[in-house]
Every structure is written in C-alpha cells, then in structure tokens.
C-alpha cells in the first residue's frame, strides 16, 4: 500500500513493529498507529509476521525434548556448564539476528521516501535496530526508537550510538508522539520532549507516568495480520503499574509504562471492548495489566459489566495474589470472574518457600498461594504460574519447599513458565548488590550488560549435590505439569500469559 499523506497534510510515518507475537497484535503499537493518525499523519505498518517470519510460541504441551532442553538450559552440574553456555549463546544469537525479510521489506518501504521511520522494540532487538539504522541512515530518514525499557538512562546510552539514529523515547507517548514526530522532521531539539535521550548522550529529563489512561486513543490494529492468527485475541490494558509495587527483582515496576499504579474507568475499559469486538468480529480477549486486581473495585466493575456489553465474551488476565483483606480473589470472585468468561489467570507464584518469598518482598505468602491455586481450579480456571530458581541466598531447602510445593499442586495447575533467576538493570535488588556486594557472599556480577539492562552473575549456592537433587525435583514436576493439555473451555488461549 502506497503511503500517502492523509488529505495532503500530516507526516507519513513507517512503523516497524519487531515484536512478533503468533496470536496478537502490539498493543503499544496499535495506540500508537492510533494516535499518528487521529492526528492526520498517514502510517504504513511493517509486521514481521505478516511477511512470514515465523512467530514466537510462548507455551506449548511439552514432550520429553522440552525436558531435557530445560535440564540443560539450567544446569548448574560442572561438566555441563560449556555445553549449557555455548547452547544458550547459539540459540540468544539465532533469535536476535536480523531477520532477512524484516530488513527487505523496511527497505522496501523506505523507497517511498516517508518522512521518518518508528521502530518499536525489546531489548533482544539490537541487532535488528542496528541494521534497520543503517538503512535509515543512508536515505537519510529520521530514525526514532522507543520500548519500555528505555526510560533506564545506562540502558538508552547503551543503544545511542546505532547508525541513523535521532532519538530514543523512553516515555508513555500515548498523547504525543505526534508532536514528537512533527519535532523529528523539522530538525527541532526533541530533548524538549521528557524521557528522550539524542545519539550525542544529552537526555531530557525523566518522563512522569502518564496518568490520564481514559485519554488514550483506543488502539488501530487494522494493519496487523489478522489472518495469521490462529486464534483471533484481542488484547487490551485496564490500568499500568502495580499496585503492591515492592517486588525487589521485579523490571515490569520501573519500566516506562509500569512506574506506578494508575487505572482506566470501568466505561472506558468497556467502551474498547465493544469498539475492537466489532472491528475484529471476536469475543476473545487477554488483559495485559501488570495485575488486574490491583483495583479490585476495577475488576469487579468488568466482571459485572463484560458480558451486558459483549455477551459471549472470554478473557485472560494477570492477578498478585496478595495478603490485602480486599484483593479481590475469593472464592466467590474467582468464581463470578469465571461466570464473567474468565478462563485463564496467571500469577507469580516465584517460590514454595517463605523465606524467599518474603526477601524478594513479594507480599504473599505459600498458604495464601495454595489457597488461591485450590479455589481458582475449583471454580473452573486454567491456572499458569512463573517461578525461577536462582534468585540471591536460595538454598537446597528452599528449593526442596519449592518441589513440594509443586507436587501437592500438581492436577490444580496448567502451565509453569520456570526460568533462571535474572539480575535485572534498575530493580532494588540489583541496586542493593551493586552497593553492597558483601552482603551476598556467594552470589557475585561478573559482567554488566546494560544493552540488555542486566548483569550477569556468578551464583555459587547452586553449587551442591543436594541443590541440584533439589532442582531435577522441580523440574520433573515442572514437565509432569506441563506435558498436559490445558483445561478445555481455556484452549483457545494455549501460549498466552
């Protein structure tokens, strides 16, 4: 499609979307796709799935290879550690390079001569973004680059330098990208704009979480590949940050979107709803609020509303399950949610054992956990939980409470997503090992990767025979949980979360 100016007025913008999803569309990407053109500019998309890159698959039932490709990843045992190391490098290279497609079709579209090129991205994209840069560079088109990630001021210096380069947005830019984008193209000084960092290092100040959600356009997805989808699921954001907010290795809590709590109306959660049901023709939907019950009055303003205002309608969402009197997740909730079309909730289960629990500061307790997995199950919801092994001080025994924990919950949950612990750039807990090392004296930073906003570390507490008896019990349980099939009525949502 040829990119031409709305009424011959406005800017025409390229945007290349790099995050690949197999079952939805960006959503920061569609708000802002939204916003360029209420706002008169014209916009060409650029999916990679859409030109047959092939997607990233989340979750899946896994076989006995995912098994041992797990027991691999996360060896600890001596012998294995090159292996491991070597296999981690070859597949973190295969995923990130530049894709030759993704790169043909930008410079496709970058013939057409468009006032400035929008590139939205993870930090596993550099590679891409450096490539793209170049060919931004040599046709002399303005570059921007923003992801969540950015508002991190070592993390933005750390990509300032790539080729044709103009600025790194690290700011919620619902309300003003546009103005951004008129700045980029007549050559103005964009660090009038908060949360910009320019290639010669000089940064704006810092940009304040936006607040006034129910403003925000409601986001244009026409462009994505609806087609490719082999579910069409429609996602969707209710409120940013976290209420609770505390949890010390936690990157979604100081991220550009996720600094501080901040909700929408119930009317205008199902004001969008209804508007995407009807231009997407689906009642399927997936929350991406960092925790839905954060406002509890929120959640159950949609559980009593969703299905007068879609009447079919199935969603998916995040929840903290904390120790607040009202957090929204009795039994009775869970099982109205469900009423509702709730089928599937994930949580951040992290660890079986209360020591760690409470110094990651997660605010949640194991019985508390083992509540809520129990009534979520009874009332008929797929339940899907995080956890990872590593984490600063975890011993043998707190890994053994974690196995436990796991067994006596084993035909009550669908999916565990269990990963090594990551030293993340920013997080009260990285700030407190790079202050005051001495406090943890067997886990030590080897190496800072501020392109990636994280350090790698040496952990020497995962050392021992009883440490890694401990971890082959996890993960067993691990691959008996997830060797099966997800609960039926939640199978349209399989990957997702």
């Known amino acids: 499609m040829p990119l031409v100016s709305v009424n011959g007025g406005g800017r025409r913008v390229l945007i290349v979307d790099l995050n690949n999803f197999s079952t939805f569309p960006t959503l920061a990407v569609g708000i802002i796709v939204a916003a360029l053109r209420n706002s008169g500019n014209a916009v060409k998309l650029i999916s990679p799935l859409a030109n047959d890159v092939p997607a990233a698959e989340r979750e899946h039932a ?25 296999a981690r490098s070859l597949r973190s290279w295969w995923r990130e390079r530049p894709h030759p497609r993704v790169v043909a079709e930008t410079v496709l579209a970058l013939e057409e001569q468009p ?53 790194i947005v690290g700011a919620e830019v619902d309300l003003n990208i546009s103005e ?16 910009v960092t320019l290639p010669n ?15 925000t356009p409601l986001p244009d997805f026409t462009d994505f590949p609806w087609d490719r989808y082999r579910m069409h699921v429609i996602p969707l954001m209710a409120s940013r940050g976290c209420q609770w ?28 709803m209804r508007e995407q049901s009807r231009r997407h023709r689906s009642k399927d939907f997936i929350f991406l609020d960092l925790k839905l019950n954060s406002n509890p009055n929120l959640l159950r303003g949609i559980v009593e509303n969703v299905q007068s205002n879609i009447r079919g309608a199935q969603w998916i969402g995040t929840v903290h399950v904390d120790e607040r009197a009202d957090n929204g997740l009795s039994r009775r ?21 209360q020591r760690l629990l409470d110094a990651m500061s997660k605010g949640s307790t194991v019985e508390g956990n083992s509540e809520f997995i129990r009534n979520a199950f009874d009332v008929g919801l797929s339940v899907r939980c995080t956890m990872f092994k590593g984490y600063p001080g975890e011993t ?5 409470l974690s196995a436990d924990f796991l067994e006596r919950h084993l035909p009550y949950i669908d999916r565990v997503r269990f990963n090594d612990f990551t030293l993340l750039d920013g997080t009260e807990l990285s ?44 993960l067993r349980a691990v691959f008996e949980i997830n060797r099966r099939k997800i609960r039926s009525s939640a199978r349209v949502f399989d990957g997702l979360m």
């Not at 809590?253 to 969008?272: C, D, F, K, P, Q």
């Open 431 to 474: 700030d407190q090992i790079h202050a005051n090392p001495e406090a943890f004296p067997n886990f030590s930073v080897s190496q800072a990767r501020p392109r990636r906003a994280q350090s790698l570390y040496v952990n020497r507490g995962g050392n021992g025979a009883a440490y890694r008896h401990a971890k082959s019990r996890v």
């Open 201 to 215: 290092g000089m940064q704006s100040k810092a940009a304040p979480p936006l607040r006034a959600l129910d403003l």
């Open 396 to 400: 043998a025994a707190d890994l053994e």
């Open 245 to 272: 907010n505390k949890c010390n290795f936690c990157s979604d809590i100081i991220s550009a979107s996720g600094r501080t709590y901040r909700n929408r109306s119930v009317e205008s959660v199902l004001h969008e």
């Open 115 to 167: 006032d400035v090129l929008l590139l939205s991205a993870y930090l596993q994209h550099f590679p891409t973004v450096q490539a793209l840069g170049r060919v931004a560079a040599r046709r002399g088109i303005p570059l921007i680059l923003g992801g969540p990630m950015f508002n991190l001021p070592n993390t933005a210096s750390a990509w300032r330098a790539i080729p044709g380069l103009t600025a």
């Open 62 to 86: 896994e076989t006995i290879v995912d098994h041992y490709q797990r027991r691999l990843h996360l060896s600890t045992l001596a012998p294995a550690r090159g292996i491991r190391d070597a």
């Open 333 to 353: 909730e869970l099982k109205l949610a469900v009423a509702a079309g709730m089928r599937r909730i994930s949580f951040g289960l992290e660890s079986g054992s």
């Open 180 to 195: 951004i984008v008129e700045a980029a193209c007549n050559g103005d000084d964009l660090t009038a704009f908060p949360g």
